[in-house]
């Protein structure tokens, strides 16, 4: 992208504070500030997200239409997730300081923090990083359009998703119930619904809500990655193919949602 920045202008900027610039906050441990050509107008084809984040908090599942996104890890620790369209896998790459992950222009993505006080450098080769975040999605789509489409109850699809406020950005929100709790729900609803499903769905709905997740064992390390010896508070309903690269950890075990400050 080309710059027609006037430069000879006494408005030209040079500099700029990050920490002037929030774009979201949940908590004093939870916030991201943002620069791009709107707070520092010299830029060219940059833009910067930095991130704060404590431990199981999540950079929410979202993609950005304009631009490729590297991923840097300054301190603490995280798991960068993101679906590749071309092989329909969902890939995990833990990264720890001075390791980053590459997110390409457009595919679905998510960050968690598997310790407290990570802090995260997202660079963008835009001048500003637009996004589509998936709380936006889940709240806008009407609920008797999801339910039609993939054969749900409407009733509990507006139920499940009332919760879910547009502009999340770092989840759970801060008053979330406790993981067991919403997972002990979760088993219940799908024993409510066995009626209605087909008979092998019930009992895979329930498995796949249960409070924790078993991490699977790995004979590969590197770059000093440890795994978490952790409880996970989520789990999908249908494990999605895993390709393992040659420093992951295997699939992440993420830690419980409800202990930030373990």
């Not at 631009?67 to 790459?93: D, K």
């Not at 359009?145 to 054969?151: D, E, N, S």
């Not at 409070?211 to 440890?226: E, T």
Request: charged letters at 10%.
């Amino acid at each position: 992208m080309t710059s027609y920045m006037d430069y000879k202008s006494p408005n030209t900027q040079f500099t700029a504070d990050m920490n002037c610039n929030l774009l979201f906050k949940k908590d004093d441990c939870n916030y991201i500030n943002v620069l791009g050509i709107k707070q520092l107008n010299t830029l060219d084809n940059i833009s910067l997200l930095d991130i704060f984040l404590s431990k199981s908090n999540v950079v929410e599942p979202h993609y950005h239409q304009n631009a490729a996104e590297l991923v840097y890890c300054i301190s603490g620790a995280a798991v960068v997730s993101l679906i590749n369209p071309f092989t329909n896998e969902l890939l995990h790459f833990p990264i720890t300081p001075g390791q980053v992950a590459n997110v390409p222009q457009g595919w679905w993505h998510y960050e968690i923090a598997t310790t407290d006080c990570t802090h995260l450098l997202a660079i963008f080769n835009a001048p500003t990083p637009e996004v589509i975040l998936g709380s936006d999605i889940l709240s806008k789509t009407p609920a008797n359009v999801l339910a039609h489409t993939y054969c749900l109850n409407e009733a509990m699809v507006k139920e499940t998703l009332a919760p879910v406020k547009p502009m999340t950005f770092i989840g759970p929100p801060a008053d979330c119930c406790e993981p067991q709790k919403a997972a002990a729900e979760n088993v219940q609803a799908a024993a409510n619904m066995a009626p209605n499903m087909a008979p092998n769905m019930a009992p895979v709905m329930a498995t796949a809500n249960m409070s924790y997740y078993m991490p699977q064992p790995s004979s590969v390390q590197g770059f000093g990655f440890q795994p978490m010896n952790t409880q996970a508070y989520y789990q999908p309903y249908v494990q999605q193919p895993y390709r393992q690269l040659s420093y992951s950890q295997g699939t992440p075990a993420y830690a419980n949602a409800g202990t930030d400050n373990e």
